[in-house]
T-cell receptor, first 113, second 116 residues
Framework: AQSVSQHNHHVILSEAASLELGCNYSYGGTVNLFWYVQYPGQHLQLLLKYFSGDPLVKGIKGFEAEFIKSKFSFNLRKPSVQWSDTAEYFCAVNAGNTDKLIFGTGTRLQVFP | EAGVAQSPRYKIIEKRQSVAFWCNPISGHATLYWYQQILGQGPKLLIQFQNNGVVDDSQLPKDRFSAERLKGVDSTLKIQPAKLEDSAVYLC??????????????FGPGTRLTVT
């Protein structure tokens, strides 16, 4: 069965610090990969997605993620975080032949000014 | 473009009572999903509709949960009777297509259910 692991449950950073959130999945075939974000009081929204092609994908608000197939990873990065990035971040995956999303448990990011 | 609408936003019920949630997807979206998000966990798919047909309900506790999508637009999710462990946020999402050609899922604000 597919699964997604997010090892960082709670991350606390100061503004301007760099961010990397880990995401590993278990599935041997073709996958589509997603990062969703949930800002306080708001609904889940897509940050970025990888379907195929360039393994380095860029999303909204300066976020990017790199798909490393050999490591079954899709880590999220941002060079310099802002207070407004405080939110919960979810990694999700679906197998190439289905659109059923499997989510990780989420990482809560707190950014202090 | 209007987003996915859900109601109610909050609901508190006692165990063994019944409850229903409503979802209106983005206009024209053929695929509709219901997820359950328990505190501290990621969303878990309960059921997926393609138009008004069920594509995947393998994780829906069918002894107490039911869902329908009449006319392929709005959907309702019902729990009868509710248990304490059903306390969660119920999310509805929709996408323009489903199946092999996976497209972005757009999420609604969710309904927070508390069972006492």
């Amino acid at each position: 069965a597919q699964s997604v692991s997010q090892h960082n449950h709670h991350v606390i950073l100061s503004e301007a610090a760099s961010l990397e959130l880990g995401c590993n999945y278990s599935y041997g075939g073709t996958v589509n990969l997603f990062w969703y974000v949930q800002y306080p009081g708001q609904h889940l929204q897509l940050l970025l997605k990888y379907f195929s092609g360039d393994p380095l994908v860029k999303g909204i608000k300066g976020f990017e993620a790199e798909f490393i197939k050999s490591k079954f990873s899709f880590n999220l990065r941002k060079p310099s975080v802002q207070w407004s990035d405080t939110a919960e971040y979810f990694c999700a995956v679906n197998a190439g032949n289905t659109d059923k999303l499997i989510f990780g448990t989420g990482t809560r990011l707190q950014v202090f000014p | 473009e209007a987003g996915v609408a859900q109601s109610p936003r909050y609901k508190i019920i006692e165990k063994r009572q019944s409850v229903a949630f409503w979802c209106n997807p983005i206009s024209g979206h053929a695929t509709l999903y219901w997820y359950q998000q328990i505190l501290g966990q990621g969303p878990k798919l309960l059921i997926q509709f393609q138009n008004n047909g069920v594509v995947d309900d393998s994780q829906l506790p069918k002894d107490r949960f039911s869902a329908e999508r009449l006319k392929g637009v709005d959907s309702t999710l019902k729990i009868q009777p509710a248990k304490l462990e059903d306390s969660a946020v119920y999310l509805c999402a929709s996408s323009s297509m489903g199946g092999v050609f996976s497209h972005e899922q757009y999420f609604g604000p969710g309904t927070r259910l508390t069972v006492t």
